[in-house]
């Protein structure tokens, strides 16, 4: 059963600093891995999607690499801003020869960004 | 609509009532994923549909909780005698592959709390 770790779960930082976050998972047979933000009381909103074949993806400020052998992910924030304030989470979607549809999510990293 | 559509946005139900949750996903999507997300957790999945097919209801936890697509589009997650245990946010997701292997989009979420 795939397992899903993100570290830190908790990180609270000053505005402007250059942050990593770390997603790692256990089986390596994946199709995708996907990157989310989720602001307090709302629902989940597509941030980075790193299909298997690529080791990483950029939009704006964030940069998501992906290192499929080894089980593990990380999320780039460069200079961060206090509405980077969120909870990130990454989500791990298998391989279809695995039989299985079903992405396993991890319990997400808190980020606080004080100005 | 243009995105998941979620409702109620709440729902508070006395211990023992039965409640209906309701997810429209976006035009022509073929996966729709329902997930239940406890405070301070990640989502945990609890079904999926491919069209109108339930592939998957592995998540679900106990059979009190039953979903349904009827025609592939309108999807619906009723919980009968509700328990504490199941206050959480219920998110929809759908995908327009199988899967996702390519992006999904997530609804707003049902926050459920069960007094």
């Known amino acids: 059963k795939q397992e899903v770790t993100q570290i830190p779960a908790a990180l609270s930082v000053p505005e402007g600093e250059n942050l990593v976050l770390n997603c790692s998972f256990t089986?390596?047979?994946?199709?995708?891995l996907q990157w989310f933000r989720q602001d307090p009381g709302k629902g989940l909103t597509s941030l980075l999607l790193i299909q298997s074949s690529q080791r990483e993806q950029t939009s704006g400020r964030l940069n998501a690499s992906l290192d499929k052998s080894s089980g593990r992910s990380t999320l780039y924030i460069a200079a961060s801003q206090p509405g980077d304030s969120a909870t990130y989470l990454c989500?791990?979607?298998?391989?279809?020869?695995?039989?299985?549809?079903?992405?396993?999510f991890g319990r997400g990293t808190s980020l606080i960004v004080h100005p | 609509g243009a995105g998941v559509s979620q409702s109620p946005r709440y729902k508070v139900a006395k211990r023992g009532q039965d409640v209906a949750l309701r997810c429209d996903p976006i035009?022509?999507?073929?996966?729709l994923f329902w997930y239940q997300q406890a405070l301070g957790q990640g989502p945990e999945f609890l079904t999926y549909f491919q069209n109108e097919a339930q592939l998957d209801k592995s998540g679900l936890p106990s059979d009190r909780f039953f979903a349904e697509r009827p025609e592939g589009s309108v999807s619906t997650l009723k919980i009968q005698r509700t328990q504490q245990e199941d206050s959480a946010v219920y998110l929809c997701a759908s995908s327009v592959n199988r899967g996702w292997g390519t992006e999904a989009f997530f609804g707003q979420g049902t926050r459920l709390t069960v007094v």
């Open positions: 035009s022509g999507h073929v996966s």
């Open positions: 089986d390596s047979a994946i199709y995708n």
């Open positions: 989500a791990v979607h298998p391989a279809p020869s695995g039989g299985s549809y079903i992405p396993t």
